[in-house]
Each structure stands twice: as C-alpha cells, then as structure tokens.
C-alpha cells in the first residue's frame, strides 16, 4: 500500500533533519498516532480560479525569398516606377504603391527620407530600424541621435533649410527588414532603381554612404567598410559626384573607439564644403 504524500512533506523532512542535527535519535509520543488518518482528515485544497489564457505575441516572420522569376519582375515594376516619378513627391508615392518587395508586408510605414532635398550632402544609411519603422523617418532613434551630433559637429543640421548648412538623409532599404539585419543583396538590388531617381531628383553636390550596405549598394560590390571608411570614391552610380564612405552610426554604438576614425571622415567632408577638392579613388 503507498502512502499518500503529506502536502507538508517538505517542511517535516527539514524539521526532522533540524532535530537530527541537534541529536534527537528517538520520536515517541504518549499515545500512539495514525499519520494516514490524519492526512485524510485534512480539508481538500480548494480550487484555484482559472485565470484567462494569456495571448502569446506576435512573431512576425522573416520575409520569404523572392523566387527569380519574381525579382526579376519586381526589378522591372520598379524601374517603371521610378521613371515615371517626376518630383520627390512622386517618388514617395511610387514606392508607396510598390509591392514588390516582401519586407513591405511586415512595415507599418515606408521610410522615405528626412531633412531638406536642396542639402548640399545627402546620407545614405542600410534601412529603418524599429524607431525609424514606427515614425516613419530615417534616423530617429539612438543611432540617428548620434548621426545628429555628428552633424552639429560640422555645421549641419537636418533641420535647417539654407542648403550649406541642411542636410538631406534616406536609406538603401525604405521598410525595415526583421530583427535589424543587414539588407539582403536581392533586396538592394531590387530597389535600387528607387534610390538611383531619388539621387537624381535630390542632386545633391555629395553624397555619404554611411555602413557597408550604402557603400556597396553605389560601388556595385562587397565592401569592407573597416577599410575603405574614409575613402572618396566616384561610382558610376552616383552620376560622378564624389562619394564619401564612412561608419554607420549603429556600429559607432557597438564600436565607440572608431569614432576617432569617423571624426576624421567628418573633417575631410567640411573640407570639401569648404571649398578644398576631394582625393578621388578609383
């Protein structure tokens, strides 16, 4: 016959082991006493109310590969798009209506850009993160606050509207991609006729990548950014105006010691305001 377990077992047994410790060898009583008829005598535990399920959260998925057929036709849909966008404003609504793009399904906003389209320079970060996802702005959470300081550093201010001292910002990638990733190379490709006509609408004297995914985007190729940060390039992209590569301000975040190496990249771009020519590599 099995015992039932005593719902206090675990204070007994400390209990016990308390008195053993203290020398008590012997447990007697002055009557015998039946433990099992106690235990059955004890009141039965009242029910606990059920509480409502709780909802589990949302998980929003990666956005599903588009197969080539379809990044062929979406580069295709894209392109007419962006052709046939005569203004800013133009553009902004023809991205609008693209769907194309899978990452469009799990954005609340598309990110088009902020700050005056006269600037003298215009940014190019990677792609909106959560922040930039929910205001629909580039640059408007921790990241965008440092690109800011940066800014005031040399003079410019999104802000302002006298195109020496404005600047003008977007990013490769107007939805934000899941969990902050890098853009995809599909991704950038397929939306690069988007960024090309805003380049050309915004004609901007020079342009900053800022982070690995712009700089590639205008080269054409895989950049290592920790190499080429500080480089003055002309792509063939960025219709032969001078491209200044540098950190993005996410990573200056991860890496604050390399903002010594951005500041420098800094100074050579108020240089060039200033008046002095760049050194373009080829």
Known sequence: MTATQHPNRDALLAALAWQIELGVDECIADAPLNRFEEVAKAPAPKPQAKSAPVPLPTVKKPAPIPAEDDLSEA??????????????DDLRTAMEAFDGCPLKLGARNTVFADGDPAARVMFIGEAPGRDEDREGKPFVGRSGQLLDRMLGAIGLDRQRSEPEKAA???????????????????????????????????APDIIVTLGKSSAAALLETPVAITRMRGRWMSPKRAGGKPVLLTFHPAYLLRQPLEKSKTWLDLLSLR???????????T
Not at 271 to 279: H, N, Q, S
């Open 75 to 88: 580069i295709t849909r894209a392109q007419a798009l962006a052709a046939g966008a005569q203004t800013l």
């Open 168 to 202: 003008y910002i977007t990013n490769v990638l107007p939805w934000r991609p899941v969990d902050n990733r890098d853009p995809s190379t599909d991704e950038a490709v397929m939306l690069w006729a988007f960024l090309q006509r805003h380049i050309e609408l915004a």
């Open 271 to 281: 240089a060039v305001l200033d008046g002095e020519t760049p050194k373009i590599e």
